[in-house]
């Protein structure tokens, strides 16, 4: 299987220069960049079931931080974001869990994808990431699993809609609400306690949709799953240095173990 046969190529030809310009220039200038229909839709239901199959070995996993992705500063003042706690519930399944045979696998280590992310990201370099755990990711959300407020650490995530959850489930995004210069932090406060709904908006992860985000600018989260649909999302990694890997620290937290050591039952 060719795994570029499972994306529309009739939309999104990868190899037109002018495609991911047009990213580049959406993601540069918004934070963001969706590519509605990215994958056939006559392929999602396999993928689906490929999903299913890989749910029941996900990893459930509970955190709490501030929306830095840190430890409260209770030197801060009462209601500064940096001393709010927020909570997360996601299941994840591991690179090393997608059998050799998986469509999801095939379509993340296909190179020509991996340089139009890289195109689309107007990168120089762009490596699959190292590690052998959050190279590829499924995220599972299932019924009262949700993503807090949160910042990331990273410059862009590269996701892939699967299937949506019946309700809940929205990637809501406070687009851009900090820069390098302005923390903004009476706004993000504002987010927080849902005060500022007009610095909010849904993006649309319809399933089949291809997202790049630069969260490190943009506060997001997911929101609460209700309903017996899961929702699935791929998490495709890369760094711009080949070999990249992440600690043993985010390892235990995300995955519950270190390489060779046995998936948690
Ligand atoms: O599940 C998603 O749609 C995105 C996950 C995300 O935002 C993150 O891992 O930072």
């Given at each position: 299987m060719n795994p570029g046969s499972l994306i529309d190529t009739d939309r999104y030809?990868?190899?037109?220069?002018s495609l991911a310009e047009s990213c580049r220039r959406q993601f540069e200038d918004e934070g963001v960049c969706i590519l509605p229909g990215f994958l056939r839709a006559d392929v999602l239901p396999s993928l689906v079931d490929e999903c299913r199959a890989l749910e029941p070995q996900a990893f459930h996993s509970r955190s709490s931080s501030?929306?830095?992705?840190?430890?409260?500063?209770?030197?801060?003042?009462?209601?500064h974001p940096g001393r709010r706690l927020v909570h997360s519930s996601v299941e994840v399944v591991a690179y090393?869990?997608?059998?050799?045979?998986?469509l999801l696998r095939a379509l993340y280590e296909w190179d020509p994808l991996t340089d139009f992310v890289r195109r689309c990201l107007g990168l120089d370099r762009l490596h699959r990431y190292?590690?052998?755990?959050?190279?590829l990711n499924l995220s599972v959300m299932r019924e009262g699993d949700e993503l807090c407020w949160h910042f990331d650490m990273a410059d862009f995530v590269v996701s892939l809609a699967i299937q949506s959850s019946l309700v809940g489930g929205e990637f809501e995004n406070a687009k851009q609400v900090r820069t390098a210069n302005e923390p903004n932090f009476a706004a993000v406060a504002a987010v927080l306690d849902d005060a500022?709904?007009?610095l909010v908006r849904t993006e649309?992860?319809?399933?089949?949709t291809l997202m790049l985000f630069n969260g490190r600018w943009s506060m997001h989260r997911v929101t609460t799953i209700h309903g017996p649909e899961s929702r699935y999302v791929a998490l495709l990694a890369y760094d711009t240095e080949p070999g990249t890997d992440s600690s043993p620290e985010l390892k235990l937290s995300r995955y519950g173990r270190l390489p060779g050591e046995r998936v948690p039952s």
């Open positions: 030809d990868l190899a037109d220069p501030t929306p830095y992705l840190t430890q409260p500063d209770e030197s801060l003042p009462l209601g090393d869990q997608f059998p050799s045979v998986s190292g590690d052998p755990f959050g190279a500022a709904p007009e649309p992860m319809t399933p089949g």
